[in-house]
């Protein structure tokens, strides 16, 4: 197997997530951007770092995003992004653990302080990834 860099787009009505992720599963890039600089944003990493393959999100209420998207001139794949939001929930909960009083309430009552767009966008690279093959990824996810 070859290894691979796929970038993840988690799209939605206002904003949007993105992740660059490695054949091994780790991030390289992650972001939020409004879904007007999304194409943009994703030029930049193009040009800057190596990517492979595209992973959109199935979700998306934008069809002409899929089109739009094939300006990067790599291969886009749509991938379900079934119950990502509840993974990169945990996911988020996984790199920054609460704090203080909040470490004795359990995770699945908090919310995250912040959009987690980007790690549903992790997700949706790491199950394309685990699609191709790829060693880092879990399919479960």
Known sequence: MTRVAVLGVDPGRVKAGYALVGAD??????????????????RAIVAAHRVDLVALGSGTGDPALLERLQALERPVHVVDE??????ARRLYFDEHPPRGW?????????VPPRPIDDYAAV?????LLAAQGGPGADASL
């Open 25 to 42: 599963g780790a991030v390289l890039v992650q972001g939020i951007v409004p879904v007007e600089a999304l194409l943009e944003r994703l």
């Open 82 to 87: 079934r119950e990502t939001t509840r993974y």
């Open 102 to 110: 909040r470490r004795l309430l359990p995770r699945g009552l908090q």
């Open 123 to 127: 997700l949706i690279a790491r199950r």
